[in-house]
């Protein structure tokens, strides 16, 4: 199989804190790893997209400094949202391919919420 | 620009009725092509996915999708629905030539009556 899991499912921040979310896969090494949000009611967005070893590669529009991302083994990437503020309450989801040009596979995805 | 459309924002279908939600997509290549699901609070769970081949792809939960080229589309279909998949469901497209990074539809919230 393919397993992607993220940690934690969900959690709960104060204003102003960082929250690191992570994103595993399981049962194989994952050189490229996406991060995607879904804000409430709406559809999921690609965010960045994080290759081990290297930098994460941002969409537009997405504030690299706010979400910090590291790949730093071939089954690990992190998020971490930092200075968080309400409005980055949200559902953010990743997926992970073994190699490039082979699919992808998504987490189970981490409600994040901002009080 | 490349999209996914899902025209249907909410459809509400009486149990045992059929479901057809419809994708089509703007892309250069016909792309890969899936269908997701997302109950309230939770993750995706992949329904089906078509990358060449029959154009009539089963899925699971008894679902399948047809692909049509002549018109962008690959619109899914359930001939009689239960009421646990009422549930958001999501087209997604990946590039052929950009394998991972997945588009998405807007997504279709499906209701189901009793």
């Known amino acids: 199989g393919a397993v992607v899991s993220q940690h934690p499912s969900w959690v709960i921040c104060k204003s102003g804190t960082s929250v690191k979310i992570e994103c595993r896969s399981l049962d194989f090494q994952a050189t490229t790893m996406f991060w995607y949000r879904q804000f409430p009611k709406q559809s999921l967005m690609l965010m960045a997209t994080s290759n081990e070893g290297s930098k994460a590669t941002y969409e537009q529009g997405v504030e690299k400094d706010k979400f910090l991302i590291n790949h730093a083994s071939l089954t690990l990437s992190t998020l971490t949202v930092t200075s968080a503020h309400p409005e980055d309450s949200s559902f953010y989801i990743c997926?992970?391919?073994?190699?490039?040009?082979?699919?992808?596979?998504f987490g189970q995805g981490t409600r994040l919420t901002v009080v | 620009a490349q999209s996914v459309t899902q025209p249907d924002i909410h459809i509400t279908v009486s149990e045992g009725a059929s479901l057809e939600l419809r994708c089509n997509y703007s892309y250069g290549a016909t792309p890969y092509l899936f269908w997701y699901v997302q109950s309230p609070g939770q993750g995706l769970q992949l329904l089906l996915k078509?990358?060449?081949?029959?154009?009539l792809v089963q899925g699971i939960k008894g679902f399948e999708a047809e692909f049509k080229r002549s018109q962008s589309s690959f619109n899914l279909r359930k001939p009689s629905v239960h009421w646990s998949d009422a549930a958001e469901y999501f087209c997604a497209v990946v590039p052929t030539d950009s394998w991972g990074k997945f588009q998405f539809g807007a997504g279709t919230q499906v209701v189901v009556t009793p």
């Open positions: 078509y990358f060449s081949g029959d154009t």
């Open positions: 997926s992970a391919q073994r190699t490039p040009n082979t699919e992808a596979f």
